[in-house]
Each structure stands twice: as structure tokens, then as C-alpha cells.
């Protein structure tokens, strides 16, 4: 997987760089968007990470020509400015996501692993994560034999951690796919659900699936 | 009393004060003179009818001649005023947010139009100033966000690394931690910034505004678990509001989550949401120490926060009253506070009904 950062502040981009890497993708850098329309011309990338206030061309403007050549790479959308009219125009202009400054990296590692895997979601309307098993048709959820019960917000919550198993998802990520708030609340309603799912899939059950990583997100994997 | 009250008033004194003059130096010219004058050439009977004759016309004419002059001096105060009301009224219209907006002048030239010009440059200074400030705040808040972006990502990637000191790494996620925070105020004072300059567009639409109270209502429970607070949905109307999801979402999930955060263990929190005349009524009650009525005027200010002592366990950061009011006013609404110290503290919400909602109501 091969992905370009186009970012002005270096600092930025040298650390986006480094966590990119970590997760074993390639990654090129570029500083304005006129370097970028040319190196995506000359080769083909897995996603973009596009910041859209640049010096010269802005990101908008690097985005929609992309669009105009058909180029359909992904594009995550970087912004400081973080208006909600500027994500719809985004997402308008063809981006595939958006995600304002400052962002947390373990949140926009995650989303680009979304982004370059796109179309590589499960489709299976029964999810398995070892013995956890979850019925998206009845919404039934299952732990080896034993039938757990949800809520609709933890069927969502458990629904979205399964499909994306194995990946690390970050709580604004999770905010957004199930609760639908592309605001941060402030709250720790999150922690506290992941904490109730918990209980419910996890404690009564080895081994453990669903595990934390502080400060960043949770995942489910079935490698402890 | 008003101006033209006091100026009538004093012109019909005036006048009938000049009328008896003009009276008293006519009776003794005409009559006291002329009673003199016969008396000393004929020595005879004089007719006192004059006297009379004269008396009655300064009482009867004068008294009409008041009258004209009290109502001519009602109208011209009324003409010579009416500036200066048009002036009152237009100033009357004047507030924070449209300083912008000039006086017409009354094109007369007179005393009033200097006045009318001196108060429009009052306002065009006070704009710029006040525009001075939103724009500082705008800039201050989007200039924090490059170093917050930096601060964070570098210290996030020092998490990551494994050869990490168990001490080292703590401190880091601590670090983090406070950075977040720090990023967080920024975003509310960012959205406060863009609200106060008109910047933000809610994406009006029509909400059912009982499914995000039930939506908001399982949320606050789940937040009240852990401190053993129980919440309770009193009534809940079927209700349509115009308004943007989301931001009326983040208004409601900023209530409950005040309302948990600011309760006493084993405490609770109410909530209802009904019809009140043309408005959706939204009441939230929870629990708790209260809020004294010396700051309770206040806890609507930016960065205000209560009582000192409570700070240090309850994390926020002093802006979610002032966006929860910015939120509300968006839509056209109000929002109260009411408490009683050491017992209960009530938020409520009105908000506009949408317009197929107040017909079939």
C-alpha cells in the first residue's frame, strides 16, 4: 500500500509519516499542491492525505482537479479550520473522508486503513470474531453457545468493532459510524459503552476480544 | 412627564400670563383712564358697563386664545420631536450583533443630525472593535490548532514507541491527555468565534425532536451508571422542531451530561419534553449542590465556572453553557436556569414548533 501525504508543516508530515510506516505502508511527502497533482499523475497511489489549506493551490482545488481527470484515488481530507460546511463541501468535491485539526493519529491511521481497504469490507450478514458471532440480519449475538443481549446502540457499537476487526478504531471514528455526531461531545460516553460491552462479551468469556489501547481506541482481535 | 408635555404646559402658562398682562394694562387704559377722565369733565354718572364689557372679553376670548395656543404648542412640540423619537426608536433597534447598521438622517441639518452622526460613528467605532475581538479570537483559536495538531501527534508518537520506561510512558498518555483537553477548548471556542461572526449555517431541516430526547435519554443513562445517579424520561411528546440534528443532539447531550456531572451520588436526573403553547418545552432537573443565586445570571459566560473547589474533580472546561445557548438562540429559542441551592437545579428549553406542527396543534 502506497500513500501520499501532501501537508505544508513539515513537523505534521513528518509524523503522520512515521505512524503511516509503522503500520507498513509506503509513504511519499509532498509540501504544496502543485507537487501533488504531479506525483499522483506520475504514480499510482493507494490513498491520499490531503491537508487543505496549502501555500498556492489548496486541497479543495487539488481535489477537484483529481475528480476532473478521473483519478479516484482515496482522499482523506485534512483541515484546521473544521467547519461542517467545509466537510459536506468536501465530501462534495469527491473526498471519501474528512477529519479536522487536531487530529488524534491513532484516528487517521485507522481511517486511512478504512480508506485503501474500501470495498474490502465484510459483506457476510453473520460476523465472526473467533467464538463471537453476531447476526446482522436477527441482530443476535453469540458467545459460543451463550446468547448475549444488546441494546440498539450496543448492537451498533459491537456491529461496527466486528466489521472492522483486527483494525484500531479511534473514538471520533466511533462517534461518528455509531452515534452519528461529527462534533467530539466532551463526554466519555464511549469509554463507558465500550466498558458496558465489555462485560457483556468479554467477562463471563476467554479468551479476551476486545481490547484497549489508551489514550487512542479499542479494537477487536482475537490474539490477545 | 414627557418633553412635550412640559413644553405645552409652560407655553400655555406663558401665553396666559402675557394675556392678563395685556388685559390688566387695558382695563386701566380704557376703563380706570376714561372713569377719570368723565368724571372730571361732567362730574356726572359714568357707564360702568365698559368695565364689565372688557372683563368679559379677556375672559371669554383669552380663554379660547389659550386654548388654540395650548393646542398649537402640543403640535409644534409634537413637529419639533418627532426627530428626536424617529432617533430614540432607531437607536431603541440597536444591538450587539447589527452595529453595523446606520440612523437614517432627517436631511434637516439641524442639531439633531449632528447628533444622529455622532452616535452612527459611536456605533461604526464600537463595530470595529467588537469585530476586532471576534476576529482575534478566530485567528488566536485556528493559529493553535497547527501547534496543538503537532504537540499531539508528536507526543502520540511517543507513546508508540515500545522501548518506552513504564514512567516515561505514562507521563506521555498524561501529557496527552491534557493535550486533548487543550485541543477541545480550542474547538469550543472556535465554534463560539465562528458563531458570534454569523459563520456558522445549520443545516435546517425537520427533526423529530422526541427520538434524539429518547435517543439523548438512553445516552444519560448509560453516563449515570457508573456514579449510581438514576435518570428518569417524565413525558416525552410526539414534537417537530425546524433545526439542524446535530447541533440540537450536541445541545441535548451537553445537558444531560451536565446534568450527571454536577449530581450528587445516588442522586437523579428528570427529563421531559412537551407542548407548550407554539414552543417544544424541554425541562432537564437533576440533583445536587445547585447553583447559588449570585452566579446563577452567569453560568451562561464563557469560561464561567461555579464554585472553585468543584473544579478539580469535574473536567470541562466552562464553555458547553454558552454553546448550549448559542445552539438555542440559533433556533429561535430560549433557555433558562433555575436552582435551588443543595436540592435541585432545572434547565429549560423552548424551542419554535415547526410550522405544519402549529397548525395541527
Known amino acids: 500500500m502506497r500513500v501520499l501525504v501532501v501537508e505544508d508543516e513539515r513537523k505534521t508530515a513528518s509524523f503522520v509519516r512515521k505512524a503511516l510506516q509503522a503500520e507498513g505502508f509506503a509513504v511519499d511527502v509532498c509540501h504544496n499542491g502543485d507537487d501533488a497533482l504531479a506525483a499522483t499523475t506520475a504514480t499510482p497511489f493507494d490513498g491520499l492525505i490531503l491537508d487543505i489549506m496549502l501555500p498556492g493551490r489548496d486541497g479543495l482545488s487539488v481535489l477537484c482537479q483529481l475528480r476532473e481527470r478521473k483519478n479516484t484515488t482515496p482522499v482523506l481530507l485534512l483541515s484546521a479550520r473544521g467547519e461542517v460546511n467545509e466537510r459536506v463541501e468536501g465530501l462534495n468535491a469527491g473526498a471519501d473522508d474528512y477529519l479536522p485539526k487536531p487530529f488524534e493519529l491513532a484516528e487517521l491511521v485507522a481511517r486511512v486503513r478504512a480508506l485503501t481497504r474500501r470495498g474490502g469490507d465484510n459483506k457476510s450478514t453473520v460476523l465472526r470474531v473467533a467464538d463471537l458471532t453476531l447476526d446482522t440480519l436477527t441482530h443476535k449475538a453469540q458467545r459460543g453457545d451463550a446468547t448475549i443481549e444488546l441494546t440498539a446502540r450496543e448492537y451498533r457499537l459491537l456491529e461496527f468493532l466486528m466489521r472492522s476487526a483486527g483494525r484500531l478504531c479511534g473514538r471520533m471514528m466511533i462517534l461518528e459510524k455509531v452515534w452519528d455526531y461529527n462534533f467530539d461531545p466532551g463526554t466519555n460516553l464511549v469509554d463507558v459503552y465500550i466498558r458496558r460491552l465489555r462485560e457483556k462479551i468479554d467477562a463471563n468469556f476467554e479468551p479476551k476480544l476486545l481490547q484497549t489501547v489508551r489514550g487512542t481506541g479499542y479494537f477487536l482481535k482475537e490474539q490477545p | ?361
Not at chain 2, 522501548?163 to 505514562?170: F, G, K
Not at chain 2, 446534568?259 to 407542548?275: F, H, I, P
Not at chain 2, 433557555?335 to 419554535?352: N, Y
Open chain 2, 1 to 361: 412627564m414627557t418633553i412635550r408635555t412640559r413644553l405645552t404646559v409652560w407655553y400655555a402658562a406663558i401665553f396666559s400670563v402675557s394675556l392678563l398682562v395685556i388685559g390688566v394694562s387695558m382695563y386701566s387704559e380704557l376703563v380706570v383712564e376714561q372713569r377719570a377722565k368723565i368724571a372730571r369733565h361732567l362730574g356726572g354718572s359714568v357707564d360702568e358697563d365698559a368695565g364689565t364689557d372688557i372683563t368679559q372679553i379677556i375672559f371669554f376670548y383669552g380663554g379660547a386664545a389659550v386654548a388654540v395656543g395650548a393646542l398649537g404648542g402640543w403640535w409644534l412640540t409634537r413637529r419639533a420631536l418627532a426627530p428626536v423619537m424617529a432617533l430614540t426608536a432607531a437607536v431603541e433597534k440597536i444591538h450587539e450583533n447589527n452595529l453595523g447598521g446606520k440612523i437614517p438622517y432627517s436631511g434637516n441639518g439641524d442639531e439633531l443630525d449632528r447628533l444622529t452622526e455622532v452616535f452612527n460613528a459611536m456605533t461604526t467605532r464600537l463595530n470595529e472593535s467588537f469585530h476586532r475581538i471576534r476576529e482575534f479570537t478566530l485567528h488566536a483559536s485556528h493559529e493553535l490548532k497547527t501547534p496543538l495538531t503537532i504537540l499531539c501527534g508528536e507526543t502520540e508518537t511517543e507513546l508508540r514507541d515500545e522501548s518506552l520506561a513504564p514512567a516515561q510512558h505514562d507521563r506521555a498518555a498524561s501529557q496527552l491527555d491534557e493535550l486533548r483537553r487543550l485541543a477541545r477548548i480550542v474547538d469550543s471556542l472556535t465554534l463560539l468565534a465562528k458563531a458570534d461572526a454569523g459563520q456558522i449555517v445549520l443545516a435546517t431541516e425537520t427533526v423529530r425532536l422526541d427520538e434524539l430526547v429518547r435517543d439523548n435519554f438512553a445516552d444519560a443513562q448509560i453516563l449515570a451508571e457508573p456514579l449510581d445517579i438514576k435518570v428518569k424520561l417524565e413525558k416525552c411528546e410526539e414534537i417537530f422542531v425546524r433545526g439542524d440534528r446535530h447541533r440540537l443532539r450536541q445541545l441535548l447531550l451537553n445537558l444531560a451530561d451536565n446534568a450527571v456531572k454536577y449530581n450528587q451520588a445516588q442522586g437523579s436526573v428528570t427529563m421531559s419534553l412537551r407542548r407548550s403553547g407554539e414552543m417544544a418545552e424541554f425541562t432537564i432537573i437533576n440533583t445536587g449542590a445547585g447553583i447559588s443565586p449570585e452566579i446563577l445570571p452567569r453560568v451562561f459566560d464563557r469560561f464561567f465556572r461555579g464554585d472553585p473547589a468543584h473544579n478539580s474533580t469535574t473536567d470541562g472546561c466552562g464553555l458547553g453553557l454558552s454553546i448550549a445557548q448559542w445552539i438555542v438562540s440559533a433556533h429561535g429559542g430560549t433557555i433558562r436556569i433555575a436552582s435551588e441551592p443543595s436540592k435541585l437545579t432545572m434547565v429549560t428549553v423552548h424551542l419554535p414548533l415547526s410550522a405544519p406542527e402549529t397548525k395541527s396543534a
